[in-house]
């Protein structure tokens, strides 16, 4: 089947028609084949405005804003941020101006220094409200002062009895996806970029920090002042403030960390350098300056947040051999994939994790080899195909990497199929074009598209350009991006070093846990364990889990290899996941639940402590009764999304 590019290009022309329900008269009449010159895809200018437009939104195209210079005051005491939000605008905007904003009270606006009569749209439970505020043609400046309230969904107020050294209280923020509105009035979509100044107070034992340049000391008066140069959207303004102390690792990296956390940090961070030498040598320049990380308590809900300058981190990372640094070369890489050609809307969110995955092998690869790589893509093939057997059945629309997301919340679109069926998808395109030629396109795409922003369709004419008509058809790229399911050509998942963790798996569970020699017989030697890394033993784990291990299994593993005394917190949730998915009694019952329960309690985690609650509401009535417990008691101490999550979960059961 051999086809003419421009008829390629027609067809990408006609699924961007298929992908607008609003423009459906365009499909009858045809769509026009681009040139294979033409970076613009499609052509028609009305469709390509559509794919621009963000449901997630009430902002508009007229009324942009370009630059922001936020004063804030953070009162711990009342957990309530105070501000004034002095945004400038971009010239030849209309006569109004709107912001989102949600759970914000706004208690004046003023326009040039001159208070004006604004409107607040009743909020809507996703968006919140549109803030529209009346402006002359000429009109610069917008100030809009107000507070924060306790429905702040991106602020976690975390008391001081539960960090480290139980000195100060802690705050963080997580704007991503669409919760910078809910502290800073914004024009709160990736379509729009802004570079911003800030000065911030705060008590006077804290050091505040931003996604800008940061102080590393605190200063007696407790007042900060941060810049961000660099264009980026909302969903990357990020605070953080606590008893923080700083060290650096590196030229232009280092970590900030309660000061009990910081060394330990510092250890195992040290990569850092290295990893951004590797990340520019494949995909050019970092733009940023510097690349700084902020530990924060183990509430955080994410393992990372790529906040420019300073990514945001969970704790649970810092686990002392350094072996799940994958993190950070995530978040670095989003330096380029993210932050510096960024999604334009939550539709097209695989143009950022997707992309940012595959960057991350690409740095891992380099760091630790191909061995290394292929285990952690081999556990991304695992993810992958354990994901869409769910999706498959409850959302099969959903396993789109081209998401359609309108009406609802873009955090529904953070799954494996942007993740990792967009991992998979990229690198086949290396797999079919060969590495050079493969890197040489992608550091253009970055270095055409910096401080831009991508939609999928954009990318798809970037791509028809440089490969051949065979190639696309070799790879379907169509039912790659915009078919259900996983396409029959995905990668498959080849790992050396897991081959004998497999042998091990098969072993376990080709034995009866209650025969007398059962111990002896699945036993793998040390000479064999002892070079294992944590992503051996998550295999190992998982591999029991699918395999249907009983909790005489599981019993027989632990005593082997002591899972339950493991300090590696990613080891742990692995193995409490799959342990209650059993019929856990019998295996040191009181222990086990004490364990779990302490777990829940003080780890915040969505990816470990989801699949942990998840496993116990399989199981019966008694686990189920367990899980809301624990739930209730531990929910408090969870960040805003993660509760949010876990309520929807739990909603079936109670
Ligand atoms: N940007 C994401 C986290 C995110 C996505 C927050 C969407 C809110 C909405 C971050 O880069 C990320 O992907 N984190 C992963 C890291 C992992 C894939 C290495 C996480 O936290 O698990
Ligand atoms: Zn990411």
């Given at each position: 089947m051999r086809r003419s590019k421009a008829a390629l290009l027609g067809t990408i022309g006609a699924l961007v028609f298929t992908a607008c329900s609003n423009v459906e008269t365009a499909k009858e009449s045809g769509a026009t084949p681009v040139s294979a010159s033409a970076v613009d895809i499609p052509v028609d200018t009305s469709v390509r405005e559509a794919l621009f437009v963000d449901p997630h939104s009430y902002s508009t195209e007229e009324a942009k804003v370009n630059s922001l210079h936020w004063e804030a005051e953070v009162d711990f005491d009342a957990e309530v941020i105070r501000a004034t939000a002095n945004w400038t605008l971009e010239e030849g905007h209309g006569d109004t101006v709107i912001f989102d904003s949600k759970a914000l009270d706004i208690s004046s606006v003023a326009v040039d220094g001159e208070q004006v009569d604004f409107e607040l749209s009743g909020p809507d439970e996703l968006l919140g409200s549109a803030l529209a505020v009346p402006v002359s043609p000429s009109a610069k400046e917008v100030s809009i002062t107000y507070a924060t309230t306790e429905?702040?969904?991106?602020?976690q107020w975390y008391p001081r009895e539960l960090t480290q050294g139980k000195r100060q209280p802690f705050l963080f923020t997580q704007s991503q996806a669409i919760l910078a509105r809910t502290w800073v009035p914004c024009?709160?979509?990736?379509g729009v970029r802004f570079t911003y100044t800030a000065k911030v107070k705060v008590p006077k034992e804290t050091l505040a920090l931003m996604s800008a340049s940061n102080p590393s000391v605190k200063n007696e008066e407790g007042i900060y002042e941060f810049s961000m140069p660099q264009p980026i959207p909302s969903y990357l303004l990020a605070l953080g403030v606590g008893d923080l102390e700083f060290i650096a690792i590196g030229e232009r990296s280092g970590v900030y960390a309660e000061p009990e956390m910081v060394r330990n940090a510092a250890f195992e961070f040290a990569q850092t350098e290295d990893m951004i030498i590797k990340a520019e040598s494949l995909y050019g320049p970092y733009y940023w300056g510097r690349y700084d990380m902020l530990v924060l308590p183990p509430s955080f809900p994410f393992g990372g947040m790529e906040n420019p300058r300073l990514t945001f981190l969970t704790p649970t990372v810092v686990v002392g051999d350094r072996s799940l640094v994958s993190l950070i070369a995530h978040e670095l890489a989003h330096s380029w994939s993210?932050?510096?050609?960024?999604?334009?809307?939550?539709?097209?969110f695989w143009i950022n994790e997707g992309f940012t995955v595959y960057f991350e092998m690409r740095i891992m690869e380099l760091l630790y080899g191909a061995d290394y790589a292929d285990m952690l893509e081999a556990l991304s093939y695992d993810d992958l195909q354990q994901g869409l057997v769910d999706m498959l059945e409850?959302?099969?629309?959903?396993?789109?990497?081209?998401?359609?997301?309108a009406g609802r919340?873009?955090?529904?679109?953070?799954?494996?199929?942007?993740y990792d069926k967009g991992f998979h998808f990229l690198k086949l395109c290396e797999n079919t074009l060969g590495r050079d030629r493969w890197d040489a396109f992608l550091k253009s795409y970055f270095d055409r598209y910096k401080f831009k922003t991508m939609v999928t369709e954009v990318f798809l004419g970037e791509l028809a350009k440089e490969m051949t008509a065979e190639e696309w058809q070799k790879i379907g790229v169509e039912q790659w991006v915009y078919g259900k399911g996983l396409p029959a050509n995905c990668p498959p998942a080849i790992s050396n070093r897991f081959v004998q963790v497999d042998e091990g798996v098969k072993m376990m569970l080709g034995v009866d846990p209650d025969a007398a020699n059962a111990k002896e017989l699945v036993y793998l030697d040390q000479k064999t364990t002892l070079r294992w890394s944590t992503h051996e033993w998550l295999r190992y784990i998982r591999g029991l889990q699918a395999g249907g291990a009983t909790v005489g299994h599981y019993a027989l593993a632990d005593a082997n290899y002591g899972f339950s005394g493991s300090p590696n917190p990613e080891v742990i949730a692995a193995w409490y996941t799959a342990v209650l998915?059993?019929?856990?009694?019998?295996?040191?019952e009181a222990i086990f639940r004490n364990k779990v329960n302490s777990f829940l309690r003080s780890v915040g985690r969505r990816k470990f402590i989801v699949p942990m609650y998840e496993s116990m509401l399989a199981g019966d009535e008694q686990r189920q009764t367990w899980a809301k417990q624990v739930y209730m008691e531990a929910r408090a101490s969870y960040h805003p999304l993660a509760q949010q999550t876990l309520d929807k979960i739990f909603e079936d059961y109670l």
């Open positions: 429905h702040a969904e991106a602020l024009q709160d979509r990736p993210g932050n510096l050609v960024t999604n334009a809307t939550w539709n097209d409850n959302d099969p629309e959903a396993t789109r990497l081209k998401q359609d997301l919340n873009p955090d529904d679109g953070v799954n494996v199929i942007a998915s059993t019929d856990y009694r019998g295996y040191d």
